[in-house]
């Protein structure tokens, strides 16, 4: 029984939180991205590594949780980019990459009211989405870039002021359009690490949302429930023991959980204290394979 148990781990620690059933907490952060993105507001969303950023995009762009938030299913599209992709291309090949990856999601948008004209002359990829941007003016429907990893993209060394220049014209030129990046430290900081860069008005058109830890209460809860899921009761010591391992940060806390029931697994549905150690030794194997981070 134990083996098929194991099988139930209910943590997921390895990739960002796709499935919106399996996305914890986070109203607040949610509430607010999206009441700015409604706005036509562009978005930064800034946090350490691995604090759930990647997960809150796909959330967000989920239609029944922006419907929820006034997101008409046939008035918004949500496109996204990982940036690491773009970290070493140049201008036109960013904006390539742009370009497939919206003509894809509109070949995928069964509500999409309106495509891209067959027969545009398109000498390049930029002109592309300034004539597909047209036809989302005139039909009232909002474009939303999201920019995953946008440090990535300010760490390209063939990146330029007239690539940024060029991604802040058409969410100018297009009301219709807003981007929305995540990254490590503030956009602002990333200007500073590259002087090529420093100074473009492509940063000035954001609003800038900095996610955190959980709370300790938000830790407890998160661990309670998710173990509950599958029948499984922890001691309180026990609990404690692992809400300080993951320090409230989302992936810390899913991987200790993880390690937690499979130590409970293993010892027949049972965990006490004195498992502490094993949990802890198997987390920072686990941690540092994953991160190189220690506990």
Not at 80 to 97: P, R, T
Not at 115 to 124: H, Q
Request: aromatic share 10%; glycine share 8%.
């Amino acid at each position: 029984m134990p083996a098929m148990v194991k099988d139930r781990n209910p943590f997921h620690h390895q990739d960002p939180i796709r499935d919106r059933d399996a996305f914890f907490n986070r109203d607040a952060d949610v509430r607010k991205v999206l009441t700015w993105l409604r706005k036509g507001q562009s978005v930064s969303v800034v946090g350490k590594e691995k604090i759930g950023k990647t997960s809150l995009l796909y959330f967000v762009s989920n239609p029944e949780v922006a419907m929820q938030h006034g997101f008409a299913a046939q008035k918004y599209l949500f496109c996204y980019v990982g940036c690491k992709q773009l970290a070493d291309l140049n201008e036109d090949d960013c904006f390539g990459k742009l370009k497939a990856v919206v003509e894809e999601a509109l070949l995928a948008w069964e509500a999409c009211p309106v495509l891209p004209p067959d027969g545009i002359a398109c000498p390049g990829a930029r002109f592309w989405l300034d004539q597909t941007l047209l036809l989302f003016d005139q039909a009232g429907i909002r474009l939303i870039v999201q920019l995953d990893d946008f440090d990535w993209l300010t760490g390209n060394e063939r990146l330029s002021l007239r690539c940024l220049d060029n991604l802040r014209a058409l969410s100018e030129a297009h009301g219709t359009m807003a981007y929305l990046t995540t990254s490590r430290v503030p956009l602002v900081d990333l200007q500073g690490e590259l002087p090529d860069i420093a100074g473009s008005p492509f940063f000035d058109i954001f609003l800038e949302h900095e996610i955190q830890a959980f709370t300790s209460d938000e830790t407890r809860r998160f661990l309670v429930t998710r173990l509950e899921s599958v029948g499984a009761v922890l001691p309180d010591g026990v609990l404690e023991f692992i809400c300080g391992l993951s320090r409230g940060e989302p992936h810390r806390l899913q991987l200790a959980g993880a390690c937690a029931y499979d130590v409970w697994c293993e010892n027949g549905c049972r965990l006490c204290e004195e498992h502490c150690g094993e949990v802890k030794e198997r987390f920072g194997r686990e941690l540092q394979s994953a991160s190189g981070d220690s506990v």
